[in-house]
């Protein structure tokens, strides 16, 4: 392993988060010896790909292609090895309606939800249909992009006249909203690592903010305290751990993920949604687990880069 | 991380962590100072594909380049010992000097010791502040106002008080009013800032007739008038108007920039101040920053007194002139709904949009469909402001200009379609009414 290439930026909302976080882990990389660059998505990267020829590329893209599987598609296409989750099971993964349907048909609980077009809005007319939204889900409600990260577009609504204006915050990140009931509880976000042994939940990381858990409050720090690890009973512990490692084979990741999961007051986990490209940035909640576990991020990162050499090369 | 330890300052949060120790240390003016969604949004406004109608960036590419690198060179060759080297508090004297010049065009008459030269004029902003605020003291300023003002203003917790302008600028009328209300409500008024030439971001000129009666007005009440002034020479047509300052030797400081005239890479910005003001202003800057960049400042003195500067204006003037025709003639064309002003000179267009649509709402929108703009929130103390937009027509080719107002005007319309689907419009998060700083290239 010599040479890594790090996919940092694009063109999509999340840009921001995704730079910090190439830069993290190229950092992380570099401080054990792997000669890292970081690269854009744009019209010289596949140029700059042909010419620096990596062992591994890392998509550390949030949001729009980095996500959707399009970039990895085209990793396959250069014959490539790249970190993470194939592209046809990132497209399902990146779609949180099409998420919570795998996971639920795999057996594990996710709050009811609808998932709702703007198109739709348009030809039924708006109240109609929000009426028949609080109707059967009841309140309060979850509005969010059914595509999309860090907490952009995302609604926690209360009350039923505060629906259309969540509706325009949504549809103005994406063309197709979620809806899902808001399950009260503990937010939870289980990060999973695949090792020799196959997929290893690391040590959940509870979420307590002073509000909601949005962008302020992700990316600002100190809005928010982090227990690594979430104060669960040693059986919650495992439950949601298990929830977090099913969820993963069930969308047939590879390498690493991220669920996030509320854990109601009867200790019962519910996933939300997971992530195939997690947020390594100083305040992400990937690397607060990794060194929850008491990894090195050097020898993880390092780990993680290493084996899906290994293993894509071998299946090609 | 999550190993961090405990600290003395950091709140009980009973077993958690957070990840900034310090969160309870802050002093209460660091609060407002966070990454926002909205600055977040405005990570891919460099981008190539993107139309950025944001940025207050200057068209660099129109300066010689290869002639100031030469002057650069020669600089650093003959006099590399003092460029390199820390200079006065007051900023070097040969620059004043030429300032002097630069400020004539305006019809100001001032001496070089009038002159305390600032790493660019918001630095400048920041000493007025710092020497004339206390916190709950009022700052009065135009509605709309430049963005890094009230950053500024709100850093040393002044109280910012809106006054109304038209398309003649400042309006004299609301000033009194505003300054006598405030007077009976009790409230300590120190500062007017006002930008009265190609208004950042409204675009309009104060006009002649008003300059002395704001003048007047403020003598009255007792309020220093902060003129903020980097766009004065780029106007499209005619002269400079003569400054406030010309008018007004002691209740005005005038602050001036090289930043839109040459090249903003430097950081050279200046007051000009009454004798005493002067004083407390080079003791402050000495303390903040010892004294400004000597290389700096030679280069640009450099510059004044071996290029065409005024040459290298004229062609800058034409240059925005036509770019602020192919804005306004794309918005004729793409935009009908919303209505604008037609700015005679600066950078900016100040576009009302449609009625119910909000600026806050529509952005990402906007970054989908590869276009920025800045919400008029930015530009108010109070969380208004959402109903307009400011376009900036200052560094996208007329070409791309045109392009980005017509993917502005399909966005405008997709917002438009939302908010009627749904009765109202998006963006009342509490959070998003905090004055929002863009950062350095959207200024």
Redesign the interface.
């Known amino acids: 392993m010599e040479r890594v290439v790090v996919l940092a ?1 694009g ?7 995704s ?1 910090r976080s190439g830069r993290r882990v190229a950092d992380a990389l570099r401080g054990t010896g792997i000669e890292v660059s970081v690269h ?1 998505v ?1 019209a010289s990267l596949l140029s700059f790909l042909a010419q620096e020829t990596p062992d591994v590329v890392w998509p550390l893209l949030h949001g729009a292609s980095g996500e959707d599987g399009s970039v990895r598609d085209v990793l396959e296409l250069l014959s490539l090895d790249y970190v993470g989750t194939g592209p046809r099971a990132s497209r399902a993964a990146w779609n949180k309606p099409i998420a919570k349907n795998v996971v639920l048909g795999a057996g594990l609980s996710t709050p009811d939800y609808v998932t709702l077009p ?1 198109s739709l ?2 030809e039924l007319g ?2 109609p249909v929000l009426d028949a939204v609080v109707g059967r889900l009841g309140l309060p409600l979850v509005v969010k992009p059914t595509r999309g990260g ?1 907490a ?2 995302v609604t926690l609504v209360h009350r039923a006249e505060d629906l ?6 949504c ?3 994406g063309d197709i909203a979620l809806i899902e009931r808001a399950v009260e509880g503990t937010e939870i976000a289980v990060s999973v690592v695949e090792g020799p042994e196959g997929p290893e939940a690391l040590p959940a990381v ?1 979420i ?1 903010t002073d509000g909601t858990y ?3 409050a992700r ?10 690890p979430a ?1 669960l009973s040693p059986q919650v512990a495992a439950r949601v751990a298990d929830m977090a490692v099913r969820a993963h084979l069930a969308l047939g990741l590879r390498d690493l993920s991220r669920s996030d999961l509320i854990v109601d007051a009867e200790g019962n986990p519910h996933f939300l949604e997971v992530n195939v490209a997690p947020g390594m940035t ?2 992400s909640l990937f ?2 687990a990794a ?2 576990a008491g990894r090195d991020l050097g020898d993880l990162y390092r780990a993680i880069v290493t084996q899906s050499a290994v293993r894509q090369s071998a299946t090609r | ?3 961090t330890p405990t600290h003395p300052a950091q709140p009980a ?1 009973s ?6 120790p ?2 309870g240390a802050y002093a209460e003016r660091a609060h407002g100072m ?4 909205i ?3 405005f ?2 406004a460099n ?4 139309v950025s109608l944001a940025g207050g960036m200057p068209y660099l590419e129109g300066l010689p380049l290869d002639v100031i690198a030469d002057a650069m060179q020669k600089l650093v060759a003959t006099r590399g010992t003092t460029a390199l080297q820390y200079g006065s508090g007051q900023g070097d004297e040969s620059l004043r000097e030429k300032i002097v010049d630069v400020v004539r065009l305006e019809g100001i008459d001032c001496h070089p010791d009038d002159i305390v030269v600032t790493t660019g004029s918001q630095q400048a902003l920041d000493l007025v502040t710092r020497i004339f605020i206390d916190p709950g003291d009022v700052i009065v300023a135009e509605a709309p106002s430049y963005v890094g003002a009230l950053g500024v203003f709100r850093s040393y917790q002044a109280d910012i008080v809106h006054v109304p302008l038209d398309e003649h600028g400042l309006i004299p009328e609301a000033l009194e009013e505003t300054l006598t209300r405030l007077a009976a409500e009790g409230r300590r008024v120190k500062l007017l800032y006002t930008v009265p030439n190609f208004h950042n971001p409204a675009g309009v000129t104060l006009s002649v007739e008003r300059r002395p009666r704001i003048l007047e007005i403020a003598q009255r009440f007792g309020v220093l008038v902060i003129e903020d002034n980097p766009y004065g020479l780029l106007g499209f047509d005619g002269d400079p108007l003569p400054a406030m300052r010309s008018l007004d030797d002691q209740g005005v400081l005038y602050l001036g920039s090289f930043s839109k005239t040459f090249a903003p890479g430097y950081r050279v910005g200046w007051v000009v101040a009454p004798h005493a003001v002067r004083e407390k202003l080079v003791l402050a800057s000495e303390s903040a920053i010892l004294c400004p960049s000597n290389a700096s400042q030679l280069a640009i003195a450099t510059y004044l007194e071996t290029c065409d500067w005024q040459g290298q204006i004229k062609q800058f003037r034409e240059l925005y002139r036509e770019r602020r025709d192919a804005m306004i003639g794309a918005l004729s064309e793409h935009l009908p709904s919303a209505s604008w002003n037609v700015p005679n000179g600066g950078f900016y267009t100040w576009v009302k949009l449609p009625d119910g649509l909000d600026a806050r ?5 906007a ?2 469909a ?1 276009v920025a703009y800045v919400p008029g929130t930015a530009f108010y103390a109070d969380g208004t402001g959402a109903d307009h937009v400011r376009l900036s027509y200052c560094f996208p080719t007329p070409e791309r200009i045109r392009e980005g107002v017509r993917r502005f005007a399909g966005v405008v319309s997709a ?1 438009r ?3 009627d ?9 509490p ?1 998003l009414t905090d004055v929002e700083n863009p950062g350095p290239n959207l200024a």
């Open positions: 930026g063109l999509s909302h999340e840009r921001d988060v730079l854009d744009d703007q809005f348009r708006a109240q860090s952009l577009g259309p204006r969540a509706m325009v915050d549809f103005s990140y509870e307590v949005d962008y302020d990316y600002n720090p100190g809005r928010t305290s982090y227990y690594a104060r100083e305040t690397p607060q060194q929850a | 991380m999550s190993t949060a077993g958690g962590t957070r990840l900034d310090w969160f966070r990454a926002s969604e600055r977040a949004l990570a891919v981008r190539p594909e993107v709402s529509m952005l990402p929108r970054v989908t590869r917002e379609e939302l908010v689907l749904f009765g109202t419009s998006g963006a009342q998060d959070d």
